[in-house]
T-cell receptor
Framework: NAGVMQNPRHLVRRRGQEARLRCSPM?????VYWYRQLPEEGLKFMVYLQKENIIDESGMPKERFSAEFPKEGPSILRIQQVVRGDSAAYFCASSPRSGGSETQYFGPGTRLLVL | DQQVKQNSPSLSVQEGRISILNCDYTNSMFDYFLWYKKYPAEGPTFLIS?????DKNEDGRFTVFLNKSAKHLSLHIVPSQPGDSAVYFCAASQMSGGGADGLTFGKGTHLIIQP
């Protein structure tokens, strides 16, 4: 019974390159959330998606960041033209239904380092 | 503006004793609260939750107490075990969702269980 899968676990990029982070939700879960954790900080909500729909992207930076959750395949968080400040751990979570009382289950995270 | 606050960055407790982790929130719209445990280089693991219609929820060694009037919740772990050493995050959401289903996290408390 696989949990939330994220890959890669570690990603190193040079400034100006693109970073693609992938997330496969738990089996039976159709709701995906992305969070970012900066050093010494808590997790900050970025975006909430259902299959083929972005439901809430209120936490996503307006530029360079995008997310998708296609009908087939994993959810992708894409960061274009990365800068050093993008270095962080990015966590994906999934839940079976929407709603604030649904427990979100987290993946192991992708640690992005921008040189 | 930190809507969920964990004012103790770290807490040291002797094995076998009770660990009490505290969390305060400022947003009166929050009505669902969760505790997550996180080991280094892993994603957060769900521990226990409570809705605002309750003031206590218990699961084995873990009990969460909610004081709505004080906007305060606490996690009690008894007896504390060495494997409990981790960072504990308090998180909050609105059960109604309203489209914004992301969790709001505190910065975490690093619990250290001493033998």
């Amino acid at each position: 019974n696989a949990g939330v899968m994220q890959n890669p676990r570690h990603l190193v990029r040079r400034r100006g390159q693109e970073a693609r982070l992938r997330c496969s939700p738990m089996k039976g879960h159709s709701h995906v959330y992305w969070y970012r954790q900066l050093p010494e900080e808590g997790l900050k909500f970025m975006v909430y998606l259902q299959k083929e729909n972005i439901i809430d992207e209120s936490g996503m930076p307006k530029e360079r960041f995008s997310a998708e959750f296609p009908k087939e395949g994993p959810s992708i968080l894409r960061i274009q033209q990365v800068v050093r400040g993008d270095s962080a751990a990015y966590f994906c979570a999934s839940s079976p239904r929407s709603g604030g009382s649904e427990t979100q289950y987290f993946g192991p995270g992708t640690r992005l380092l921008v040189l | 503006d930190q809507q969920v606050k964990q004012n103790s960055p770290s807490l040291s407790v002797q094995e076998g004793r009770i660990s009490i982790l505290n969390c305060d929130y400022t947003n009166s719209m929050f009505d669902y609260f969760l505790w997550y445990k996180k080991y280094p280089a892993e994603g957060p693991t769900f521990l226990i939750s409570i809705s605002s219609i309750k003031d206590k929820n218990e699961d084995g060694r873990f009990t969460v107490f909610l004081n709505k009037s004080a906007k305060h919740l606490s996690l009690h772990i008894v007896p504390s075990q060495p494997g409990d050493s981790a960072v504990y995050f308090c998180a909050a959401s609105q059960m109604s969702g309203g489209g914004a289903d992301g969790l709001t996290f505190g910065k975490g408390t690093h619990l250290i269980i001493q033998p």
